[in-house]
């Protein structure tokens, strides 16, 4: 089985623009999950995605959103971008509530 | 709030050294406990899992051991090579969060040759 994956792997992006960053999970998973990763904060969870509703969401500003598609694609959108947007943003998959979670390589975001 | 400490931050051994990596928790209400591995600058890869009902995981060279009473966890590392040299992260998941993985900061491994 293909792993997870995710696109692009490098963004470049201007603070106040936009970005939209898209997650693949292994087939057959319905749950996709986000994180984000600084070297200050560590390793944050953002939300998670189960058959394209939120199921639950970590404390991150309104400018965080995200959406999952009826394949189980999931997309995740942070609008006016700041510096401290900066960050690793990793995608995780599982089959069901209480399975092991995959990860994907992640998108690494540079905001300038 | 539940809190996940790693100690040590960061580890360097000669090669062929057994070691442990150790994992703490505040809040013993979890689900399960997971192990990864992360190279620089890539994702993390799930090393071993284990569900709040077991007391230990083992794959290969690797051992995690779970005590939830306590709220520690261990990952024993034996005959380390130089290719084990990465961040190990721990991660939890809460009772009342199903989705939410909380992660310590990690153990940054490096194996000398």
């Known amino acids: 089985k293909a792993g997870v994956t995710q696109t692009p792997r490098y963004l470049i992006k201007t603070r106040g623009q936009q970005v939209t960053l898209s997650c693949s999970p292994i087939?057959?998973?319905?749950?996709v999950s986000w994180y984000q990763q600084t070297p200050g904060q560590g390793l944050q969870f953002l939300f998670e995605y189960f058959s394209e509703t939120q199921r639950n969401k970590g404390n991150f500003p309104g400018r965080f959103s995200g959406r999952q598609f009826s394949n189980s694609r999931s997309e995740m959108n942070v609008s006016t971008l700041e510096l401290g947007d900066s960050a690793l943003y990793l995608c995780a998959s599982r089959h069901g509530a209480l399975y092991e979670q995959y990860f994907g390589p992640g998108t690494r975001l540079t905001v300038t | 709030k539940q809190e996940v400490t790693q100690i040590p931050a960061a580890l360097s051994v000669p090669e062929g050294e057994n070691l442990v990596l150790n994992c703490s928790f505040t809040?013993?209400?979890?689900?399960?406990l997971q192990w990864f591995r992360q190279d620089p600058g890539k994702g993390l890869t799930s090393l071993l899992l284990i569900q709040s009902s077991q007391r230990e995981q083992t794959s290969g060279r690797l051992n995690a051991s779970l005590d939830k009473s306590s709220g520690r966890s261990t990952l024993y590392i034996a005959a380390s090579q130089p290719g084990d040299s990465a961040t190990y992260l721990c991660a939890v998941m809460g009772g009342g969060s199903q989705g939410n993985l909380i992660f310590g900061k990690g153990t940054k491994l490096s194996v000398k040759p």
């Open positions: 087939s057959g998973h319905r749950s």
């Open positions: 809040d013993s209400a979890i689900y399960n």
